[in-house]
Each structure stands twice: as structure tokens, then as C-alpha cells.
């Protein structure tokens, strides 16, 4: 199974540490296309592994073929990546999210057709094994129907952070090309999306949204938002909350409240960390940590050739999401915080929103939007 990586810096790091280390049988890294890859933290390993290194993926073709692509690259060059390794063959397994706007999906998912192979994509918990049990028991009717899901994440982020790379992130758009990279776009897609994905009909949708309230707020320097509270319903009228922060003092990872009508899904870091279920008999289940295997996403691409399968989740599953974002782009305003509450951190070199912590929870507490805490 020959292997290429498209980017090989900020997260594709991982990848290139877990190809290198030939854990996964039968695998073959036949190259490196990133025009930076000076950049990248594993640039000497991947000398002295003699990966070839490539600086456009039509180099790469030129001299080589690949079973697998993976596109690692910034959110606006998905689709363009995507769709240059299928028409060369390649199947792809592509990071989350699918591209900036319903329009590149939908050009992916045309492209799919058209070449006659997937194109993956890598919201780790979707692959996850814990996800997949809890969606089987949601479809099959064992929770009940849904209530309610609600997520709150706070990962506070550095000035460094969007600084990284080639002056993307944090951007709306850049000469021209939208990117809409913000924290419900890129870093906690992951916990939107799997509120839809684990409410979709089949193991391999998400359910879509029919309407939505979004707050969009900023402290640092970027032109999209840092901060949001998001109301949602679904197609079938099942109400979502999602609320979350790179502009927090305070760390505290994804947790969240599924509830059915017999039972409530619940996880946190703090409490296991396990996705568990507590049904109305008082039963339990515990379905497991859906961090368990963050590259579970690479085995089960590969896994999915070797069948001639298909992966559980592709561009059709994760168009919903994409749609949303592009949703709230076109509608939500962004709000500039009171700069009495911006504290500008030199030691942290951070940019940070007294009292937001609190205030974010005071709201996830009462599935509020943050303008009414």
C-alpha cells in the first residue's frame, strides 16, 4: 500500500511520525509533497528516512503512484489537493474540515463520482470506535428518541497560533480565496460535526441543520471570530447548543450532554474519560474514549481499500458541517469583546477575555447564549 503525504507541518507532523514508524503493516511511504518543508519539525527525520520530498503533487505524479493521499494541507486547498490525487488515482483520506464552502464540497463530491474513488475525511471521532458504537445504538432506537445535545469546549489559543503557516488562519478570505478558517471551522469542528454525525439516519450521514442563532465574537487580531455560541435545530427539529473559546485564561477540554428519551450520553475528560450512558432503569453503558486512536482515520482509509469498502465518514457525511459554516459566514455578525475585558498577555503571549471562562459555562449550564450571561 504506497502512501502519500500532502504537508508535512502543524498536524501533519503526526502523520509523518506514524508513517515513519512502519507500525502500520504492509505500508509503503512513497513521498512528501509540501512546498515548506523547511518548516516542518520532522524535516530531518524524513531525510534520514529517505522519503522523497516534493514541492507540487504533478512532481510527485510524475515519478511516482499512490494507493493513498493524504492532504494535510491549509483548509482552502481541500478541494484543489483532493481532486488532483483522485484524477492520478489516488484514493484520499483529507483533513477535517472538507473545504471552506458548500460549493468546493460539492466539487468534491462531484469529483468522487467522476474518478470513481472516496475522498475521506478526518474527523477523528467519527472513526472512533466508541462514536460508531453509540450512533449503532442511537439508529437501532436503544436511547430513544432525541432530545437535546449540547457541547462546550475551551482551548485557549496563542498569538503564535494564528501566526502559524502562511498567514491563513484566523482569515475570512486571503487574495481573493475564502478560507473562513475560525474555531468552529478548524480546530473544535470535530465537536459540531458530531452532533450531526451521530444523529444521522445511516452510519455514514449527518443530519443537517434548518435553522440557527450564532453569537460571533473576536479579541485577538483576526478577522473571523475566536468565541461562539451557537443555537441550532436540526432537520427533524432536535435542538443543538455548541458553545466555545480560543480567547478563555482557562483550559478545559471537549465535553458534552446528548440527551434521549431514556437515556443521557455524556462526556468529559474529568469523568473517565469515557462516552457513557445513564438510562432511565438506572442502567449503564459505557461506550468508551473517543481520543483513543486519533489516526484511527489513516488504518481504516487504508483498511477500506485493501476491502473495497467505503469509509464511514467521506464528503457527503461531512457537507453538513461545512454547509452550517458557510451559513453563519453569510449571516452571523462578528462582535468586537469590550476592550476593558481584552487583557493582552506578554508573558503567555496571549490575548485573553476576563471572566469569559466563567461566563461560557454560566451559559453552557443553561444552553444560553453568551449575550444573555
Not at 464552502?101 to 478526518?122: H, R
Not at 469509509?311 to 454547509?323: K, L
Request: aromatic residues 10%; hydrophobic residues 40%.
Amino acid at each position: 500500500m504506497k502512501v502519500l503525504l500532502v504537508g508535512a507541518g502543524g498536524y501533519a507532523s503526526g502523520y509523518v511520525k506514524l508513517l515513519l514508524s512502519k507500525k502500520i503493516p504492509n505500508l509503503e511511504f512513497e513521498g512528501i509533497v509540501d512546498p515548506y518543508i523547511d518548516f516542518a519539525k520532522e524535516k530531518e527525520a524524513i531525510i534520514k528516512a529517505e522519503i522523497p520530498i516534493y514541492s507540487a503533487m504533478d512532481e510527485f505524479y510524475r515519478e511516482h503512484n499512490a494507493d493513498l493521499a493524504v492532504v494535510c494541507t491549509p483548509t482552502y486547498l481541500h478541494r484543489e489537493c483532493s481532486i488532483n490525487a483522485l484524477s492520478h488515482g489516488s484514493y484520499v483520506l483529507c483533513e477535517k474540515p472538507v473545504a471552506p464552502t458548500l460549493s468546493e464540497a460539492n466539487a468534491m463530491l462531484s469529483a468522487e463520482a467522476e474518478y470513481g474513488k472516496w475522498i475521506a475525511i478526518g474527523y477523528q471521532w467519527s472513526f472512533s470506535d466508541a462514536v460508531q458504537e453509540l450512533k449503532r445504538d442511537i439508529i437501532d432506537g436503544k436511547l430513544g428518541a432525541p432530545v437535546s445535545l449540547k457541547t462546550a469546549i475551551s482551548w485557549p489559543r496563542d498569538k503564535a497560533y494564528y501566526g502559524r503557516g502562511t498567514g491563513w488562519a484566523g482569515r475570512i478570505s486571503k487574495d481573493g480565496v475564502m478560507i473562513l478558517d475560525s474555531i468552529a471551522s478548524n480546530a473544535c469542528a470535530h465537536y459540531i460535526h458530531n452532533m450531526l454525525f451521530v444523529l444521522g439516519d445511516e452510519m455514514s450521514l449527518s443530519t443537517n441543520i434548518s435553522s440557527f442563532n450564532a453569537e460571533c465574537y473576536r479579541a485577538n487580531d483576526i478577522e473571523n471570530f475566536d468565541t461562539c455560541s451557537i443555537l441550532m435545530k436540526t432537520e427533524k427539529g432536535v435542538p443543538l447548543y455548541f458553545i466555545a473559546s480560543h480567547a478563555t485564561d482557562k483550559k478545559r477540554d471537549p465535553e458534552f450532554i446528548y440527551s434521549f428519551e431514556k437515556a443521557t450520553v455524556t462526556y468529559s475528560k474529568d469523568d473517565g474519560p469515557f462516552i457513557k450512558a445513564v438510562f432511565d432503569d438506572k442502567r449503564e453503558k459505557i461506550y468508551g474514549d473517543p481520543f483513543e486512536d486519533n489516526f484511527k482515520k489513516l488504518s481504516d482509509s487504508i483498511l477500506a481499500i485493501e476491502k473495497g469498502s467505503v469509509p464511514i465518514c467521506t464528503v457527503r457525511t461531512a457537507i453538513p458541517h461545512a454547509s452550517l459554516i458557510e451559513d453563519i459566514y453569510r449571516k452571523a455578525e462578528i462582535k468586537e469583546f469590550p476592550r476593558e475585558r481584552v487583557v493582552i498577555s506578554e508573558e503567555r503571549n496571549a490575548v485573553t477575555v476576563r471572566g469569559l471562562f466563567d461566563d461560557m459555562y454560566k451559559a453552557y449550564g443553561k444552553t444560553a447564549m453568551l449575550s444573555e450571561i
